[in-house]
Nanobody
Framework: QVQLVESGGGLVQAGGSLRLSCTASGGIFNSNTINWYRQAPGKQRELVAG???????NYADSVKGRFSISRDNAKNTVYLQMNSLKPEDTAVYYC?????WGQGTQVTVSS
C-alpha cells in the first residue's frame, strides 16, 4: 500500500519562499510521474507541476519561473520549491502519483 506524506506548508508573506516535500512509502515512486496539485477555497483542484521518472518537468503557466519541482529517487521524495509567492498561491497542496493522493499541506501567503 503506497502512501504519500506532504510537509513544508505554512504561512509566509508575499514574496517569500517555501519548499514542500512529498515522501512515498511503497514501490511505485521511481517508475512514475509525480505531480503537485493545489486547491484553493471554492476552486477546483489544479495541476501545479509534474516531473516524469526521467526528470522532465512541466508547470502551470501561473507558476512558471517561480516554482521548481525536483525528485530524489533514492529518498522516494519529490520537492516543490516555491519562490516569489503571491496571495493567489494560497491553497492546499497535494502530491499525486497515479491514483494515489497525499493528505495535503496548507500554504497561506499573506499580502
Amino acid at each position: 500500500q503506497v502512501q504519500l506524506v506532504e510537509s513544508g506548508g505554512g504561512l509566509v508573506q508575499a514574496g517569500g519562499s517555501l519548499r514542500l516535500s512529498c515522501t512515498a512509502s511503497g514501490g511505485i515512486f521511481n517508475s512514475n510521474t509525480i505531480n503537485w496539485y493545489r486547491q484553493a477555497p471554492g476552486k477546483q483542484r489544479e495541476l501545479v507541476a509534474g516531473i516524469t521518472k526521467l526528470g522532465s518537468t512541466n508547470y502551470a503557466d501561473s507558476v512558471k519561473g517561480r516554482f521548481s519541482i525536483s525528485r530524489d529517487n533514492a529518498k522516494n521524495t519529490v520537492y516543490l520549491q516555491m519562490n516569489s509567492l503571491k496571495p493567489e498561491d494560497t491553497a492546499v497542496y497535494y502530491c499525486n502519483i497515479r491514483w494515489i493522493w497525499g493528505q495535503g499541506t496548507q500554504v497561506t501567503v499573506s499580502s
